[in-house]
């Protein structure tokens, strides 16, 4: 195989391999955004030990978030069967640096997942120990490879953005929200960059790329895997659009809740939770009905599920929830976007970054 270098292009530290150069991902109304370690692959890469684990790891070794697999491949075939997508429009956004890229990619393939590019930040070069910390830094990196993309994407584009707790994705996805439909001044995102570390290279890099694009906020929603644990309450305040969920399944619920799925493939998603990876019957009812709870899955969407839970014989005829469902209050081309009653925004006027009360 060709080095990485040569089947890549490099900006600053972030290098872009496009796998499907004839995708016309201009033409694509909606896009799913995909961060790797601890969301879709179950990999560490933030201290130095575990970025070596990762380095040598054999590409059937690594080990998926559970049912990431199944969802991904549960969109695609959802997407090709109702909206005649050949290819799935995903693309992932690693820490993880290039000369890992052979490797990962022969896991996609294993799994049966072909994104049409895959971003990765050229973080070897920060193993020198005046550099070690900025293996941990990715707001810069990320945040310039969303932008990257989002120069490609067409101009009314839905991002469908995926990260975990253990970094700071929630920040990265609003942060590059902020900066497509211009929340704040010049002066204010320099102050915002710059307090999360980002270089003064890499800040000038970002505000080019924000010129490039049209003034339109192209993130749809933010899923959030908590994989540390961090406690739900905590992403409150970047709005509803932004969920943190305990797993795979009840990303899949909400993903059924606004019609990008069907109860056909959240099937596919439980058989293998609960054949693969031991999932029971008993804990994916929990997640279900805390998503109630939680004020996420309305009347509607509740309903529909619990039938289907019954037809499956999850649960009985009998089963009730604790807490009552409420009815969708706003609903758009079937995504729902506020229940009734009165809940955080959907997006927040203005969102704190320079202070983490996790």
Known sequence: ??????????????????????????????????????????????????????????????????????????????????????????????????QMESKIYEKFLLDEIRPLGMFYKDNLRNLAPKRILFLKKQVGYKVQSLLQLRTRLCPGVRMICFGDDSESDANIYNLFSDICARRHTE??????????????????????????????????????????????????????????????????????????LSLEELGMIIDELTQKFGFTNDQLVFAFEELTRRRILGLSSFEMIKNYFIEKKMISMSWTTKVEPLREKVIDSGHVYELEGFFEPWIPRHIDYFNDYR
């Not at 391999?17 to 955004?33: L, N, R």
């Not at 070596?52 to 090709?80: C, D, M, W």
């Open 187 to 260: 002066a204010q995102l320099t102050e915002i960059l710059d307090d999360f570390g980002v270089t003064h290279a890499q800040i000038d890099e970002i505000l080019r790329l924000q010129s490039l694009i049209v003034i339109q906020d192209p993130v749809e929603k933010i899923y959030i895997n908590l994989a540390t644990d961090t406690d739900p309450e905590y992403y409150l305040k970047f709005g509803r659009r932004t969920f943190p969920t305990s797993n795979t399944f009840q990303v899949a619920l909400d993903l059924v809740q606004d019609q990008r």
């Open 1 to 98: 195989m060709t080095h990485w270098k040569q089947r890549s292009t490099t900006n600053l530290d972030v290098v872009y391999f496009d796998y499907e150069p004839k995708a016309q991902i201009e033409s694509s109304p909606e896009v799913y955004v995909w961060d790797l370690d601890k969301t879709y692959l179950d990999t560490s890469i933030d201290s130095l030990g575990g970025l070596f684990r990762t380095i040598f790891e054999k590409a059937f070794t690594k080990k998926n978030v559970p049912g990431t697999q199944s969802l991904i491949r549960s969109l695609g075939r959802y997407r090709k069967k109702n909206f005649q997508e050949e290819d799935l429009p995903i693309f992932f956004v690693s820490a993880s640096p290039p």
